[in-house]
């Protein structure tokens, strides 16, 4: 199910890309010839009647595309057709080419906006303890605690107000011949009181009962306005753009976090065990997140991404005469290929990673 989600997840941000696309081609009065939502064989399709556009559902939910009449060809079969792309005004085509990038940020800023309204703003962390482990034989085994109770008092202070360090703090502080610890236990809805004695872990010259103390976190969490909502989904995609833009830089100019960058097996791997782990409220927060991602990935100014297409069209605008498209789609093809062979060796490392 969780594999199935981070499936779903990837098919929206492509999906919402493409529409980018697409909506700002039909505001521009330029025919789309198709547009996909998958990639691989067709499951289904069917055909505008108001429209020569042909719409289809594809079997690998890994992608999808929205495919003008021209659009890289590299033979100039279609130079006389004039539903091609590139016999359309250059301005129209830049905001067509824009569209999708900033459908992706559009889908974050929405996103963060009624996540921030609904969840609230975390405005700290809360650190609960609890007793993960009893050593057998110790002093904690022979008062009976068990694994998953909580401490809440010793010797009448309050150990929920500070993490397992309060509780381990307060046991090491114990000295011989002080009276025995007394001990408030909750153990699920029940609460019982017990005394111990710690002993002295020589190894370690500290006090100890025979228990694994372990943390477990929680967010708190206010309230939020759609207004405060709007500004906290603003301040989210610019953090994640910084965050995302200096993350490109180094890896550029220091080598640094390649070792961290998954393909498409490994983005699916991640976010199907974050979600199992968080819950839906960290597959909305990675939506938001990759959404931004994919938006930034794709104004690269790298052959076959809407970047590339973007410095074309602006290089059209300063020249006032169109690269010839044949040249143009054959770089686009290039950088196709490429991209292509990037992604099957990231997908290939992925894969190692999870059998290896």
Same mark, same amino acid.
Request: hydrophobic share 45%; charged share 20%; proline share 4%.
């Given at each position: 199910?969780?594999?199935?989600?981070?499936? #779903?997840?990837?098919?929206? #941000?492509?999906?919402?890309? *493409?529409?980018?696309?697409?909506?700002?081609?039909?505001?521009?009065?330029?025919?789309?010839?198709?547009?996909?939502?998958?990639?691989?064989?067709k499951i289904v399709g069917?055909?505008?009647?108001?429209? !020569?556009?042909?719409?289809?559902?594809?079997?690998?939910? #890994?992608?999808?595309?929205?495919?003008?009449?021209? *659009?890289?060809?590299?033979?100039? !079969?279609?130079?006389?057709?004039?539903?091609?792309?590139?016999?359309?005004?250059?301005?129209?085509?830049?905001?067509?080419?824009?569209?999708?990038?900033?459908?992706?940020?559009?889908?974050?800023?929405?996103?963060?906006?009624?996540?921030?309204?609904?969840?609230?703003?975390? $405005?700290?962390?809360?650190?609960?303890?609890?007793?993960?482990?009893?050593?057998?034989?110790?002093?904690?085994?022979?008062?009976? #605690?068990?694994?998953?109770?909580?401490?809440?008092?010793?010797?009448?202070?309050?150990?929920?107000?500070?993490?397992?360090? $309060?509780?381990?703090?307060?046991?090491?502080?114990?000295? *011989?011949?002080?009276?025995?610890?007394?001990?408030?236990?909750?153990?699920?809805? !029940?609460?019982?009181?017990?005394?111990?004695?710690p002993v002295l872990d020589?190894?370690?010259?500290?006090?100890?009962?025979?228990?694994?103390?372990?943390?477990?976190?929680?967010?708190?969490?206010?309230?939020? $306005?759609?207004?405060?909502?709007?500004?906290?989904?603003?301040?989210?995609?610019?953090?994640?753009?910084?965050?995302?833009?200096?993350?490109?830089?180094?890896?550029?100019?220091?080598?640094?976090?390649?070792?961290?960058?998954?393909?498409?097996?490994?983005?699916?791997?991640?976010?199907?065990?974050?979600?199992? $782990?968080?819950?839906?409220?960290?597959?909305?927060?990675?939506?938001?997140?990759?959404?931004?991602?994919?938006?930034?990935?794709?104004?690269?100014?790298?052959?076959?991404?809407?970047?590339?297409?973007?410095?074309?069209?602006?290089? *059209?605008?300063?020249?006032?005469?169109?690269?010839?498209?044949?040249?143009?789609?054959?770089?686009?093809?290039?950088?196709?290929?490429?991209?292509?062979?990037?992604?099957?060796?990231?997908?290939?490392?992925?894969?190692?990673?999870?059998?290896?």
């Open positions: 199910m969780y594999i199935l989600l981070a499936l #779903l997840l990837l098919a929206i #941000l492509i999906t919402v890309h *493409e529409f980018g696309h697409f909506l700002a081609a039909r505001a521009m009065k330029i025919d789309v010839r198709e547009f996909a939502v998958g990639m691989g064989p069917w055909k505008s009647r108001k429209y !020569e556009t042909e719409f289809s559902i594809r079997a690998i939910p #890994l992608g999808g595309f929205c495919a003008f009449y021209g *659009e890289d060809d590299t033979t100039g !079969e279609s130079k006389d057709d004039p539903r091609a792309f590139p016999k359309q005004n250059v301005w129209k085509r830049l905001c067509v080419i824009f569209a999708g990038p900033l459908m992706n940020f559009v889908l974050a800023f929405v996103v963060g906006t009624v996540f921030f309204w609904v969840n609230g703003v975390t $405005t700290g962390v809360r650190y609960d303890h609890y007793i993960s482990d009893v050593m057998a034989a110790g002093p904690a085994y022979s008062a009976g #605690l068990q694994a998953g109770d909580v401490i809440t008092e010793i010797n009448g202070a309050n150990m929920l107000d500070g993490t397992y360090e $309060t509780v381990l703090n307060t046991i090491g502080d114990w000295k *011989e011949g002080d009276a025995p610890l007394k001990m408030v236990i909750r153990r699920g809805e !029940e609460t019982f009181e017990t005394e111990l004695t020589e190894k370690e010259n500290k006090m100890r009962i025979g228990v694994v103390i372990a943390n477990v976190a929680h967010a708190i969490t206010e309230p939020e $306005t759609f207004l405060g909502g709007l500004k906290h989904s603003g301040e989210l995609c610019v953090n994640v753009s910084g965050a995302i833009i200096e993350a490109l830089k180094n890896m550029v100019t220091k080598g640094e976090g390649f070792e961290d960058t998954r393909g498409p097996v490994g983005i699916i791997s991640e976010v199907s065990q974050r979600v199992k $782990t968080y819950g839906m409220e960290e597959f909305i927060w990675l939506l938001a997140m990759l959404s931004v991602n994919l938006g930034l990935m794709n104004l690269l100014p790298i052959p076959g991404l809407d970047g590339s297409r973007l410095v074309f069209g602006l290089v *059209e605008v300063v020249r006032r005469r169109p690269v010839p498209a044949e040249k143009e789609a054959m770089v686009h093809l290039i950088g196709m290929v490429f991209l292509f062979g990037v992604m099957i060796f990231f997908t290939f490392r992925d894969v190692m990673r999870i059998f290896g």
